[in-house]
């Protein structure tokens, strides 16, 4: 495919593809640190990467100038990297991550080419990372949303606290590499965490933080996350100190609280923690025969 690079002559069959692109969809570097945690806590084995000259306007996505460790100027462009997850115990539970940026042109033959190594690893169900800013409060949990190609894990996502989204207006990357997904008939679900607008402070681990554990609810993954809960720990104590000194703020985060609390509740008829564990195994033990 176009502008694509294979580092390993790898064949190996990884049934789920977690992705995750840089820029508009990924307000505060949610959605990118979580893959890019995934990528540090469980692989080094980076198998492909995609050149960015044909798919990025350099004068809107600039490469940035990075001094190495060596001193020495380099130029840092536009990444597009994928990297395997290995389970030697049960193969089942193999993983495709990519984390890459979101591209300025040809966003069809964009998504095709990142498809097209799910394709060759005969991947089965993709999970897609994203985050948005919104008007929600740093005190309470993230809130997630997310929708999915089908009824059926449309239905496994509401059970796990993950509330469809009805958003419609200008849209990014992750909508069109779900409908070629649509086209390839590849079973996908996109996940998406709030984040405070008021916020302006990057990354959230946060929000990093409860992407992954939703997708620990949908996929079979052992990862420590105890790196990622201290520096949770921290921004949240730092966040909140900031704003206590800001009355204005504290008032106007005590107001989205309010809101925030009213509009919790309980999912009606919610199968047991059992239930719901079988009824995931099942969908996606379907996918793969």
Not at 18 to 29: I, M
Request: glycine share 4%.
């Amino acid at each position: 495919m176009s502008g694509l690079t294979k580092l390993e002559d790898s064949k190996t069959k990884l049934p789920t593809m977690v992705v995750a692109f840089a820029g508009w969809p990924d307000a505060a570097e949610a959605a990118t640190r979580a893959v890019r945690y995934m990528v540090r806590k469980l692989t080094e084995t980076k198998i492909a990467e995609i050149d960015p000259e044909e798919y990025y306007d350099f004068t809107v996505n600039r490469p940035q100038t990075r001094m190495n460790r060596k001193k020495e100027r380099i130029l840092k462009w536009p990444s597009n990297e994928f990297y395997q997850v290995i389970n030697e115990n049960n193969p089942d539970n193999n993983l495709l991550l990519y984390v890459g940026t979101e591209p300025n042109l040809k966003w069809r033959t964009f998504s095709n080419t990142v498809l097209s190594v799910a394709q060759e690893h005969q991947v089965e169900l993709i999970i897609s990372l994203g985050s948005l800013l919104d008007a929600v409060p740093h005190t309470r949990d993230i809130r997630i949303s997310g929708r999915a190609s089908n009824k059926e894990l449309n239905k496994k996502a509401r059970w796990l606290g993950i509330k469809s989204s009805g958003y419609q207006g200008p849209t990014g990357i992750h909508t069109i590499f779900s409908e070629e997904c649509n086209k390839l008939e590849i079973p996908h679900a996109n996940i998406w965490s709030h984040c405070p607008h008021y916020v302006q402070t990057s990354p959230n681990p946060l929000a990093s933080y409860a992407l992954i554990e939703r997708l620990k609810s949908l996929v079979d993954v052992n990862i420590d996350m105890r790196e990622l809960s201290i520096a949770s720990e921290i921004f949240q104590e730092e966040i909140s100190t900031a704003i206590s000194k800001q009355p204005d703020v504290k008032s106007y985060v005590s107001k989205l609280e309010a809101k925030y609390d009213e509009n919790v509740i309980s999912i009606p008829d919610m199968p047991t923690g059992t239930d719901m564990v079988k009824e995931i195994e099942d969908f996606l033990r379907s996918q793969s025969s």
